[in-house]
């Protein structure tokens, strides 16, 4: 059984940066794509960035792509998402996701971490 735990995040102000965390366990992760979701009050959830298991392709959502940065370490079976220039439309729970092979933007898949939340203050 898969299981994603977050850490990192929280609170910061408009303007700082902050860095999320997820561990992935329960089986090989080999090939396995890993990834983040959010979701803000009222609205449905939304890809934010996807990394492959070779760390050699990743994509991310319009809205945080150049302020957001992917990575992984495969060795601790670990993705990394750092968030620059955080905005207040970024408040939201961060979902770290996991799939083999690789994760679209309609996030539809079955693998999801307990959220992590983030606020971001004016």
């Known amino acids: 059984q898969v299981q994603l735990e977050e850490s990192g995040g929280r609170l910061v102000q408009a303007g700082g940066s902050l860095r999320l965390s997820c561990t992935a366990s329960g089986r090989d992760f080999d090939n396995w794509a890993m990834g983040w979701a959010r979701q803000s009050p009222g609205k449905e959830r939304e890809f934010v960035a996807v990394v492959s298991w070779s760390g050699r392709s990743t994509d991310y959502a319009d809205t945080v792509k150049d302020r957001f940065t992917i990575s992984n370490d495969n060795a601790k079976s670990t993705v990394y998402l750092q968030m620059d220039s955080l905005q207040t439309e970024d408040t939201a729970v961060y979902y770290c996701?996991?799939?083999?092979?690789?994760?679209?933007?309609?996030?539809?898949?079955?693998?999801w971490g307990k959220g992590r939340q983030v606020t971001v203050s004016s």
């Open positions: 996701i996991a799939q083999q092979v690789w994760i679209d933007r309609s996030v539809s898949l079955d693998n």
